[in-house]
């Protein structure tokens, strides 16, 4: 499936893309025992950032509203909370190093 992170904000958004009402997909979610549809949805937007952190040369305010974040601010306060790291170290590290430390502590939360 293509990455279509821009167009989808909210789970209406969502709903709308898959063509199914918003109330089945919380259901869905809430019935597998699984986190909410935006928690999910924007672990996947950070994933998604933490590859194009890796492999392209895009400036972090690229990288958000490529990811579908709204703005930079929320992009930011996204990542420190989820990383406690700012968007800067994490983008410096991922060119380093790599982004496997951060898909770990991504899927152990």
Known sequence: MEMK???????????KLIKVLPSSITRAFYN????????VLCKMKLRYALHLMQHTSQYLKEISASCGFNNYKSFA???????AESPTDVYTTAKINGIDTYLKRLSAK
Do not use: R
Not at 32 to 39: F, V
């Open 5 to 15: 992170f821009d167009k989808i904000s909210s789970v209406i958004e969502l709903a």
């Open 32 to 39: 597998n025992k699984l986190p909410t549809p935006k928690d």
């Open 77 to 83: 306060k996204y990542i420190t909370n989820v990383l």
